[in-house]
């Protein structure tokens, strides 16, 4: 299993960039689907979810109305929209799958398989 992300990029702030997630050795409709952010010197933090039965996706209250989370089963690929971007949004952001909702779908430990991250830096 592989989840290669990708999109990442440096912008001004209130710029936007779309990060994908693709794929492989998993179909992204059968797994709960997911995006973390890790600021410069932070832990990881949840961003945005989506049930694999598509039920209204999880935003972080920080990201609410800015952030979208959304599937292509026929490309196999998770993706983040991003916009109105700001400083505070800078760091890697991580995509990340599981099969199993345990302790609520914002906590990592419910995702078994991790892509290796994009940087998005944000200036002010």
């Known amino acids: 299993v592989q989840l290669q992300a990708s999109g990442g990029g440096l912008v001004q702030a209130g710029g936007s960039l779309r990060l994908s997630c693709v794929a492989s050795?998993?179909?992204?409709?059968?797994?709960?689907l997911a995006w973390f952010h890790q600021a410069p010197g932070k832990e990881r933090e949840f961003v945005a979810a989506?049930?694999?039965?598509?039920?209204?996706?999880v935003y972080a209250d920080s990201v609410k109305g800015r952030f979208t989370i959304s599937r292509d089963n026929a490309k196999n690929t998770v993706y983040l929209h991003v916009n109105g971007l700001r400083p505070e949004d800078t760091g890697i952001y991580y995509c990340?799958?599981?099969?199993?909702?345990?302790?609520?779908?914002?906590?990592?430990?419910?995702?078994?398989?991790w892509g290796q991250g994009t940087q998005v830096t944000v200036s002010s």
């Open positions: 050795g998993l179909a992204v409709s059968r797994y709960n």
């Open positions: 990340a799958a599981g099969l199993t909702i345990y302790s609520g779908i914002m906590a990592n430990t419910n995702y078994n398989y």
């Open positions: 989506r049930r694999w039965s598509g039920a209204r996706p």
